[in-house]
């Protein structure tokens, strides 16, 4: 039996684009922290709450600044989700306000969240 | 001396490391070929209808929530909740048109339809966007309620049209812009 020889630069970088090209899609996925077949309908459910949370928000009188802290949404309590609303002033335009308003769910590795900002004046244009 | 040494690192077999890359290279393909057959299986392909059933009707909502948010003056369900909402809507010259003359949506027998109303009649609407009347069917427990002076809440329950999901409950809350 011979001692293996080492592989020249060439060689490993060879084997690391082999296991790129293999192991990249599953890569992707990690980035978006999503399986799209299986989690799109949570995803879906999120946005909308996401949506409603910013439209109730924009409902209430003006605030120039106001934070909540997570609290769960009712209706989508089987997910986990949980949402929040800041105001905040704008850092540029001392006139405006920006609207935040985030949704968030899954368990520590896995958590996944959406953020919706809305610049909003005080006076209608 | 050297000479032995450079012919005896010659390259011959195959390394414990090689075997494991193969190993999992084995591993991603035969995993990868089981899930594409799950991909094309029918599990997976009523998974996609029920999610794109879902997924038209928040589509259909997201018109009819930017046709209400964006609507010149609200008029009915001025508080409490109404199987039914109107309002006046603007002209494209940007003047309010007549009062006589409403825009609105209707939960009656089963579905969600569009209407318009004047002084004679109630009459459904062709279409709304890219949604023919009526834009839900199979939906109950339907209301509009008014929540706050300047919010609206749509909510109702549906199912699915091949029965695979009851009872699907969706809900929006709409700022109404111009109160």
């Known amino acids: 039996m011979s001692d293996p020889a080492p592989r020249s630069m060439f060689e490993k970088l060879l084997y690391v684009g082999i296991a790129t090209f293999f192991l990249w899609p599953f890569v992707q996925l990690w980035s978006i922290k999503a399986i799209p077949v299986f989690e799109s309908d949570a995803h879906l459910r999120a946005s909308v709450a996401l949506e409603n949370l910013m439209e109730g928000a924009l409902s209430r009188p003006f605030e120039r600044s106001f934070s909540s802290p997570f609290e769960a949404i009712p209706g989508c309590e089987d997910l986990g989700l949980v949402g929040r609303v800041e105001i905040l002033p704008h850092p540029e335009f001392p006139a405006n306000v920006l609207v935040r308003t985030q949704v968030r769910w899954g368990v520590f590795p896995l958590t996944k969240n959406l953020s919706l900002e809305y610049l909003r004046a005080r006076t209608r244009p | ?179």
């Open chain 2, 1 to 179: 001396m050297n000479m032995t040494m450079t012919m005896k690192t010659s390259r011959t077999g195959i390394t414990l490391w090689e075997i494991a890359l193969f190993t999992v290279f084995l591993a991603v393909a035969g995993g990868a070929s089981v899930f594409f057959f799950f991909l094309n299986s029918d599990d997976m392909k009523r998974a996609q209808q029920k999610f794109a059933w879902v997924q038209n009707i928040n589509d259909m909502l997201d018109e009819v929530s930017n046709e209400i948010a964006n609507s010149a003056q609200f008029e009915h369900p001025f508080n409490g909740s109404s199987r039914e909402c109107f309002f006046r809507t603007a002209a494209d010259t940007g003047a309010l048109v007549p009062s006589v003359l409403e825009e609105g949506f209707v939960f009656a027998d089963g579905s969600l339809t569009y209407v318009a109303r004047n002084a004679a009649a109630t009459t459904g609407m062709k279409r709304l966007g890219r949604f023919a009347n009526p834009l839900v069917t199979n939906c109950r427990d339907g209301k509009f309620t008014r929540v706050s002076p300047g919010r609206l809440e749509i909510s109702f329950k549906a199912d699915s049209p091949d029965g695979s999901v009851t009872s699907r409950e969706f809900i929006r809350v709409i700022q109404l812009r111009n109160q």
